[in-house]
């Protein structure tokens, strides 16, 4: 079984939204995808980015058609923040998100863990984001964006990946400025990363994934 977190540079760039293109793609080659979101913040009544996930993933997995939200998810909160922040009760356990994880990981052929914000978000006082990829030694895919600024969230990003020795693609969601992006970011990208890779051009862009599902195949 594979698995692969999607992280982003920030909040609001695109996860879910490359998430599910993501559930496009492995189940168009035949692979019974799951997906977990361990945290969403900013839940008042239903979580809206795991809802429309586990929407995407009950349609080519049968194993999760029988599934509710809060199956696929650890923690959800109101309030509309870190979560650290949003925990105001202080009820999360890591150790609770990564049972849950294992559990979902029996039900797929690969699973897709979507986290919230960036790599430097707090779960907890002493835990972020990134110590969740590094507890679960998972390969991640990080989502940047196209605005301007980009470069500057881009690199620290990956600076913070190679860090922790994690194994990792990034791509571009072109979304933001995309008029711009051209001859503000672009020129950047091209001279030091000519294989770099937007999520609008197709995910058989990514050597990466294609190893994903490499990977599967030989299993």
Known sequence: MNT??????NTDIGKTYVTLKLIEAFAAKGL???????????VIHTAPDAT??????????????????S????????????PFCADTKNIIQIEEII?????????????????????????TKTFNMIDLIVKLNIKTLLV?????????????????????????????????DK??????????????FPHWWSIQDGLESSKFISKLLLNNAQK
Not at 102 to 112: F, G, P, R, S
């Open 4 to 9: 692969l977190f999607i992280t982003a540079t």
């Open 32 to 42: 019974n995808v799951g997906v977990f979101k361990p945290i969403e913040t900013g």
């Open 52 to 69: 429309i996930l586990l929407q995407a993933c009950q349609k080519v997995n049968k194993h999760f058609k029988s599934l509710k939200v």
């Open 71 to 82: 199956d696929i998810t650890a923690y959800t909160f109101p309030l509309p923040a870190a």
């Open 99 to 123: 049972k849950k994880y294992h559990k979902l990981a029996k039900l797929c052929d690969i699973l897709l863990v979507e986290g919230a914000g960036g790599l430097h978000v707090p779960i």
């Open 144 to 176: 940047t964006p196209s605005r301007l600024g980009c470069i500057n969230d881009t690199l620290l990003s990956m600076e913070a990946l190679e860090a922790r020795h994690i194994e990792f693609d990034w791509c571009v969601n072109l979304h933001e």
């Open 179 to 192: 008029q711009e992006f051209p001859t503000v970011t672009q020129p950047y990208y091209d001279a030091q």
